[in-house]
């Protein structure tokens, strides 16, 4: 059954979500561009006839589940959960029209969030906690979800970002290919932490146009302390990255700068060096082009167990930030985001004072 919009919130109020609609999204459609020729990635597999084995193929994995580097083993298909707490059901915790996220997925119409609860790192600095180690969020069908997708587009969003997405990864390949027969024709935003297997990461060729995975850490003993045990983090980002880059490429946007396709990698610069931005921004220097899209981010606040962590207890201060955009351009990557390189010009002049 599809959602109407009135239900949609409902749903979303429930659930003890807030639903961020903005008045340009209240006009389903309204100046949205003619989208053809342009066409999803999983468009083309369905008319290949090779959606549904690659739905199959997912579906299977949950089993044993070894959708991620934890590799639980646990059969989900039976209602089992593994350490992620993800179970046999695709739980969300709200969606809505994002203007936060990065400005050519945002664009002028929003990106189409849909939030996934549970999580298969879960950062003691995570800021959605509330989500990711709580649980909170209500469960949907795959149809539900399917319909969940459909309103986001009708709404006029420029791609479905799928918030949290590896542990719940079938699902919403089986929801995405319900909404494609209804008529979805939007990108799909995998908007990962990047605690992936490539191999798992393989199976979404085709179907996934854009990916936005988080390197969060270059240190496996770090990765370990703050990420619940994942001392693997850096080589399992790090590989689950080239395989993104391999099956989508560089950013390709449209004539109005909105993000069509391709790679666009987030890291988020941390108190005390904790997230080796120097190593991260030379490793993509030597192994991905020189214009890949880095978002160096300045944004980390100290969230959930963070205060129980001294050297993450506290925000990051100008100078770290200020060293991590050195770094980056000095590595010479050439392709940072705008507003980063906005801010990193504003702590620049207040530095030099002028
Ligand atoms: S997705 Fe969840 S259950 Fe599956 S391997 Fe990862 S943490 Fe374990």
């Avoid at 108190?271 to 030597?286: D, L, Y």
Wanted: with cysteine.
């Amino acid at each position: 059954m599809e959602l109407n919009r009135r239900d949609f919130i409902r749903r979303c109020l429930l659930s003890g979500g807030v639903l961020t609609v903005f008045p340009p999204a209240l006009h389903p459609g309204r100046g949205a561009p003619a989208r053809e020729p342009w066409r999803p990635a999983y468009a083309k597999l369905e008319e290949q006839g090779a959606f549904a084995p690659r739905v199959e193929e997912a579906w299977e994995i949950l089993r044993e589940c070894r959708l991620c580097p934890r590799q639980c083993g646990v059969n989900r298909l039976a209602g089992k959960t593994g350490f992620c707490r993800g179970g046999k059901e695709v739980k969300v915790y709200n969606a809505g029209p994002h203007f936060g996220e990065e400005i050519p997925l945002s664009g002028t119409r929003g990106s189409g969030t849909i939030f996934f609860s549970d999580c298969n790192l879960r950062c003691v600095f995570c800021q959605n906690w509330p989500i990711s180690m709580e649980g909170q969020g209500q469960r949907l069908s795959a149809e539900e979800l399917a319909s969940m997708m459909l309103w986001l587009q009708r709404l006029g969003c420029h791609n479905i970002n799928l918030v949290t997405p590896t542990h719940v990864m079938p699902f919403i390949l089986q929801a995405t290919r319900i909404a494609l027969r209804r008529g979805l024709n939007l990108p799909l935003v995998y908007n990962t932490s990047g605690y992936e297997l490539p191999e798992v990461v393989r199976l979404l060729d085709g179907i996934v146009d854009i990916y936005l995975p988080d390197v969060k850490y270059t240190d496996g003993a770090l990765a370990a302390r703050y990420s619940s045990g994942a001392r693997d983090y850096p080589e399992r980002a790090k590989a689950s990255v080239l395989e993104m880059h391999r099956q989508v490429g560089g950013l390709v946007e449209d004539e109005q700068g909105i993000a069509l396709r391709g790679l666009m990698i987030r890291h988020l610069v941390m108190p005390n060096r904790v997230a080796g931005t120097k190593a991260f921004v030379e490793w993509v220097a030597q192994h991905l082009p020189k214009d890949t899209y880095v978002n160096i981010m300045a944004q980390y606040r100290v969230e959930y167990q963070a205060f129980d962590y001294p050297p993450i207890a506290r925000a990051i201060t100008p100078e770290e930030f200020l060293e991590a955009m050195t770094w980056a351009t000095e590595a010479g990557l050439t392709h940072l985001d705008s507003r980063s390189v906005a801010q990193w010009q504003i702590y620049l002049r207040r530095r030099s004072g002028s």
